[in-house]
């Protein structure tokens, strides 16, 4: 099956402009972008794909073996660009994706030139003087609470990520979309991301690269984006003002500045 049919791929703006790849994060799919990309498609070629698993994908290509691995997506990713004869491409990674963002660079240097990272994390658990804002139990609670409830987890963990009480609407457009997912690969995604490392992935990026998050992120704190831009030699790192772990939902207009302003340099 082609990759632009398993990735659910739709590209928009103007042909023969640079492409920016948007690729979600975990429980998500690419309805998530939906205030950024009409803005970047003004002058880029914008290209929207659902990780195989997530969204519109096909399920069936879903192997619980072979995405055990990041690296999989990622090579989702480049299959992606190659098939639509992309280059120059600027790859847009939210969340656990901003490590399959830093993965397909690094399989494929010659075809991504700048990188986003969006809320990143190269591991969600403390070690150390290492701060990533999860303790070992804190995923194991989550894991379980969704092995034992297949239901439950979705309205908790939507509240978390978006941190907007007084914007309850943000955190039910996230639910909506967890809800998407199928309970047994919405799992073992979850045990892929929540417990995966990659902080050794990071030295070897060598392409401009932006560090975006905002201010209090119970998902991914400042600590955590902070180590990333310190790993990476170059790169840059714009703190939006606010809450929540998805800013291309909760404050779009300051996301896009910063990818703006990040592009023009």
């Known amino acids: 099956m082609d990759a632009a049919v398993r990735l659910n791929a739709h590209a928009s703006g103007p042909a023969g402009a640079r492409p920016i790849l948007l690729v979600h994060g975990f429980g998500c799919d690419q309805s998530m972008w939906h205030h950024v990309a009409p803005e ?27 995405y ?3 690296e999989a997506h990622a090579e989702d990713l480049v299959a992606l660009c190659r098939e639509l004869g992309l280059e120059d491409v600027v790859l847009v990674g939210h969340s656990v994706s901003a490590m399959i963002a830093v993965l397909a660079h690094l399989a494929a240097p010659e075809l991504f030139s700048a990188l986003v990272l969006v809320g990143p994390s190269a591991r969600y658990l403390d070690d ?11 995923i194991e609670d989550l894991l379980e609470t969704m092995d034992s409830n297949h239901l439950g987890w979705q309205s908790p963990l939507a509240g978390l990520v978006m941190a907007n009480p007084d914007r309850p609407e943000l955190a039910a457009e996230l639910e909506a979309t967890f809800c998407r997912n199928r309970p047994e690969i919405a799992r ?5 991301t929540f417990l995966g490392d990659n902080r050794d992935d990071l030295r070897k990026v060598t392409v401009p690269t932006l560090v975006l998050q905002t201010r209090h992120d119970a998902i991914a704190p400042v600590s955590a984006g902070q180590f990333v831009h310190d790993q990476i030699a170059g790169s840059q790192m714009v703190v939006i003002e606010g809450h929540g772990h ?3 939902l909760s404050a779009p207009t300051e996301t896009l500045k910063a990818i703006r302003e990040f592009l023009a340099r």
């Open 40 to 66: 970047l498609a003004v002058d880029h070629r914008v290209v929207q794909l659902d990780l195989v698993g997530s969204g519109g994908s096909d399920l069936d290509s879903y192997d619980p073996d072979r």
């Open 68 to 70: 055990s691995r990041l």
């Open 128 to 138: 150390g003087d290492y701060v990533g804002g999860f303790s070992p139990s804190d």
């Open 188 to 192: 073992h995604f979850a045990g892929v």
């Open 246 to 248: 998805v800013p291309h």
